[in-house]
T-cell receptor
Framework: EAQVTQNPRYLITVTGKKLTVTCSQNMNHEYMSWYRQDPGLGLRQIYYSMNVEVTDKGDVPEGYKVSRKEKRNFPLILESPSPNQTSLYFC???????????FGQGTRLTVV | GQNIDQPTEMTATEGAIVQINCTYQTSGFNGLFWYQQHAGEAPTFLSYNVLDGLEEKGRFSSFLSRSKGYSYLLLKELQMKDSASYLCAVKDYGQNFVFGPGTRLSVLP
Protein backbone atom coordinates (compact mmCIF):
# COMPACT_ATOMS: atom_id res chain seq x y z
CA GLU A 1 0.00 0.00 0.00
CA ALA A 2 1.32 3.44 -0.99
CA GLN A 3 1.80 5.48 2.14
CA VAL A 4 3.72 8.05 4.15
CA THR A 5 4.56 6.84 7.65
CA GLN A 6 5.43 9.08 10.55
CA ASN A 7 6.68 8.00 13.96
CA PRO A 8 5.89 8.50 16.71
CA ARG A 9 2.21 9.50 16.52
CA TYR A 10 2.28 11.09 19.96
CA LEU A 11 5.21 12.36 21.98
CA ILE A 12 5.54 14.24 25.24
CA THR A 13 9.05 15.44 26.02
CA VAL A 14 10.89 17.97 28.17
CA THR A 15 12.54 21.20 27.14
CA GLY A 16 16.02 20.73 25.75
CA LYS A 17 15.92 16.99 25.15
CA LYS A 18 16.83 16.26 21.53
CA LEU A 19 14.27 14.33 19.53
CA THR A 20 13.72 13.03 16.01
CA VAL A 21 10.44 12.48 14.24
CA THR A 22 10.82 10.03 11.38
CA CYS A 23 9.05 10.14 8.03
CA SER A 24 9.24 7.44 5.40
CA GLN A 25 7.48 7.03 2.04
CA ASN A 26 7.30 3.95 -0.20
CA MET A 27 6.29 5.68 -3.45
CA ASN A 28 9.76 6.66 -4.70
CA HIS A 29 8.79 10.33 -4.47
CA GLU A 30 11.40 13.03 -5.03
CA TYR A 31 9.62 15.73 -3.04
CA MET A 32 9.15 15.60 0.73
CA SER A 33 8.10 18.30 3.17
CA TRP A 34 7.44 18.99 6.85
CA TYR A 35 4.62 21.19 8.17
CA ARG A 36 3.42 22.21 11.56
CA GLN A 37 -0.17 23.05 12.30
CA ASP A 38 -1.35 25.17 15.19
CA PRO A 39 -4.93 26.18 15.97
CA GLY A 40 -6.10 28.92 13.62
CA LEU A 41 -2.82 29.06 11.67
CA GLY A 42 -3.19 26.42 8.98
CA LEU A 43 -0.24 24.40 7.65
CA ARG A 44 3.09 26.20 7.94
CA GLN A 45 6.03 24.73 6.07
CA ILE A 46 9.19 24.01 8.07
CA TYR A 47 11.57 22.45 5.51
CA TYR A 48 11.22 20.71 2.20
CA SER A 49 13.40 18.58 -0.04
CA MET A 50 13.33 18.19 -3.82
CA ASN A 51 15.61 15.14 -3.84
CA VAL A 52 18.40 13.34 -1.99
CA GLU A 53 20.84 15.80 -0.36
CA VAL A 54 18.71 18.81 -1.43
CA THR A 55 16.85 20.62 1.34
CA ASP A 56 15.40 24.14 1.62
CA LYS A 57 13.91 26.25 4.37
CA GLY A 58 10.20 26.82 4.49
CA ASP A 59 8.41 29.59 6.35
CA VAL A 60 9.24 28.52 9.93
CA PRO A 61 12.61 26.67 9.97
CA GLU A 62 14.01 28.08 13.23
CA GLY A 63 14.68 25.40 15.83
CA TYR A 64 14.46 22.52 13.34
CA LYS A 65 16.87 20.49 11.24
CA VAL A 66 16.27 17.93 8.51
CA SER A 67 18.33 15.54 6.43
CA ARG A 68 17.69 13.66 3.19
CA LYS A 69 20.32 10.97 2.88
CA GLU A 70 17.98 8.48 1.22
CA LYS A 71 15.04 9.10 -1.07
CA ARG A 72 12.49 7.40 1.16
CA ASN A 73 13.36 9.06 4.50
CA PHE A 74 13.12 12.66 5.67
CA PRO A 75 13.56 12.93 9.45
CA LEU A 76 12.75 16.10 11.39
CA ILE A 77 15.20 16.86 14.19
CA LEU A 78 14.61 19.15 17.14
CA GLU A 79 18.03 19.66 18.75
CA SER A 80 16.72 21.54 21.79
CA PRO A 81 12.92 21.52 21.86
CA SER A 82 11.07 24.38 23.51
CA PRO A 83 7.40 24.68 24.57
CA ASN A 84 6.61 26.88 21.53
CA GLN A 85 7.33 23.84 19.35
CA THR A 86 4.32 22.07 20.83
CA SER A 87 2.25 21.42 17.73
CA LEU A 88 0.79 18.89 15.30
CA TYR A 89 3.37 17.93 12.68
CA PHE A 90 2.75 16.50 9.22
CA CYS A 91 5.12 15.02 6.69
CA UNK A 92 4.13 14.93 3.01
CA UNK A 93 5.59 13.58 -0.22
CA UNK A 94 4.89 13.99 -3.92
CA UNK A 95 6.31 12.71 -7.18
CA UNK A 96 6.01 13.64 -10.82
CA UNK A 97 5.04 16.91 -12.43
CA UNK A 98 1.38 17.15 -11.51
CA UNK A 99 0.64 14.84 -8.66
CA UNK A 100 -0.86 15.62 -5.31
CA UNK A 101 0.96 15.61 -1.99
CA UNK A 102 0.39 12.56 0.20
CA PHE A 103 0.37 13.12 3.93
CA GLY A 104 1.49 11.06 6.90
CA GLN A 105 -0.86 10.48 9.84
CA GLY A 106 0.62 13.31 11.88
CA THR A 107 2.71 13.55 15.06
CA ARG A 108 1.31 15.36 18.05
CA LEU A 109 4.27 16.77 19.99
CA THR A 110 4.05 18.30 23.44
CA VAL A 111 7.12 19.98 24.97
CA VAL A 112 6.85 20.71 28.68
CA GLY B 1 6.24 36.45 -2.47
CA GLN B 2 3.75 33.68 -1.95
CA ASN B 3 0.24 34.47 -0.83
CA ILE B 4 -2.90 32.35 -0.78
CA ASP B 5 -6.18 33.62 0.65
CA GLN B 6 -9.32 31.79 1.71
CA PRO B 7 -12.24 32.77 3.92
CA THR B 8 -11.64 31.70 7.50
CA GLU B 9 -15.04 30.19 8.22
CA MET B 10 -18.26 29.32 6.40
CA THR B 11 -21.56 27.85 7.49
CA ALA B 12 -24.11 26.03 5.35
CA THR B 13 -27.15 23.82 5.74
CA GLU B 14 -27.35 20.11 5.11
CA GLY B 15 -28.43 19.42 1.51
CA ALA B 16 -27.36 22.86 0.28
CA ILE B 17 -24.52 23.91 -2.06
CA VAL B 18 -21.49 25.85 -0.84
CA GLN B 19 -18.65 27.53 -2.75
CA ILE B 20 -15.26 28.03 -1.09
CA ASN B 21 -13.06 30.58 -2.83
CA CYS B 22 -9.28 30.73 -3.05
CA THR B 23 -7.10 33.48 -4.51
CA TYR B 24 -3.38 33.10 -4.99
CA GLN B 25 -0.18 34.93 -5.92
CA THR B 26 2.74 32.52 -6.12
CA SER B 27 6.13 32.05 -7.74
CA GLY B 28 4.85 30.29 -10.80
CA PHE B 29 2.09 27.77 -11.15
CA ASN B 30 2.09 24.00 -11.64
CA GLY B 31 -1.38 23.18 -10.41
CA LEU B 32 -3.92 24.05 -7.75
CA PHE B 33 -4.99 21.39 -5.27
CA TRP B 34 -7.87 21.10 -2.80
CA TYR B 35 -7.69 19.06 0.39
CA GLN B 36 -10.18 18.18 3.11
CA GLN B 37 -9.00 17.98 6.70
CA HIS B 38 -11.02 16.83 9.70
CA ALA B 39 -9.85 18.11 13.08
CA GLY B 40 -6.70 16.36 14.27
CA GLU B 41 -6.40 14.26 11.12
CA ALA B 42 -4.18 14.40 8.04
CA PRO B 43 -5.36 16.34 4.97
CA THR B 44 -6.85 14.16 2.25
CA PHE B 45 -6.72 15.03 -1.43
CA LEU B 46 -9.97 16.09 -3.13
CA SER B 47 -9.15 17.50 -6.57
CA TYR B 48 -6.74 19.50 -8.65
CA ASN B 49 -6.77 21.87 -11.64
CA VAL B 50 -3.93 22.59 -14.01
CA LEU B 51 -5.87 24.17 -16.87
CA ASP B 52 -8.66 26.75 -16.68
CA GLY B 53 -12.16 25.43 -16.23
CA LEU B 54 -14.23 23.14 -14.12
CA GLU B 55 -13.28 19.67 -12.89
CA GLU B 56 -16.13 17.57 -11.53
CA LYS B 57 -15.75 14.68 -9.15
CA GLY B 58 -19.04 13.42 -7.74
CA ARG B 59 -20.41 15.95 -5.23
CA PHE B 60 -17.23 18.01 -5.46
CA SER B 61 -16.18 20.32 -8.30
CA SER B 62 -13.24 22.67 -8.57
CA PHE B 63 -12.79 25.64 -10.89
CA LEU B 64 -9.66 27.48 -11.94
CA SER B 65 -8.91 30.79 -13.65
CA ARG B 66 -5.15 31.19 -13.98
CA SER B 67 -5.37 34.73 -15.39
CA LYS B 68 -7.28 35.85 -12.29
CA GLY B 69 -5.33 33.75 -9.79
CA TYR B 70 -8.62 32.33 -8.59
CA SER B 71 -10.14 28.97 -7.79
CA TYR B 72 -13.19 27.68 -6.01
CA LEU B 73 -14.35 24.38 -4.57
CA LEU B 74 -18.04 23.62 -4.95
CA LEU B 75 -19.66 21.12 -2.63
CA LYS B 76 -23.17 19.93 -3.54
CA GLU B 77 -25.79 18.07 -1.50
CA LEU B 78 -23.97 18.89 1.71
CA GLN B 79 -23.80 16.22 4.37
CA MET B 80 -22.95 16.53 8.06
CA LYS B 81 -19.70 14.63 7.42
CA ASP B 82 -18.57 17.48 5.13
CA SER B 83 -17.96 19.62 8.23
CA ALA B 84 -14.18 20.03 8.02
CA SER B 85 -11.46 22.42 6.95
CA TYR B 86 -10.78 22.83 3.24
CA LEU B 87 -7.25 23.70 2.18
CA CYS B 88 -6.25 25.30 -1.08
CA ALA B 89 -2.64 24.66 -2.21
CA VAL B 90 -0.59 25.78 -5.20
CA LYS B 91 2.37 23.88 -6.62
CA ASP B 92 4.87 26.55 -7.67
CA TYR B 93 7.53 26.49 -10.41
CA GLY B 94 9.95 24.88 -7.99
CA GLN B 95 7.44 22.02 -7.47
CA ASN B 96 6.94 23.13 -3.86
CA PHE B 97 3.45 23.07 -2.32
CA VAL B 98 2.24 26.34 -0.81
CA PHE B 99 -0.85 26.02 1.36
CA GLY B 100 -3.52 28.58 2.15
CA PRO B 101 -4.80 29.08 5.71
CA GLY B 102 -7.82 26.82 5.19
CA THR B 103 -11.56 27.41 5.41
CA ARG B 104 -13.47 25.82 8.29
CA LEU B 105 -16.89 24.69 7.03
CA SER B 106 -19.71 23.92 9.45
CA VAL B 107 -22.71 22.04 8.09
CA LEU B 108 -25.84 22.54 10.14
CA PRO B 109 -28.88 20.22 10.19
Amino acid sequence: EAQVTQNPRYLITVTGKKLTVTCSQNMNHEYMSWYRQDPGLGLRQIYYSMNVEVTDKGDVPEGYKVSRKEKRNFPLILESPSPNQTSLYFCASSGGHVTEAFFGQGTRLTVV
Amino acid sequence: GQNIDQPTEMTATEGAIVQINCTYQTSGFNGLFWYQQHAGEAPTFLSYNVLDGLEEKGRFSSFLSRSKGYSYLLLKELQMKDSASYLCAVKDYGQNFVFGPGTRLSVLP
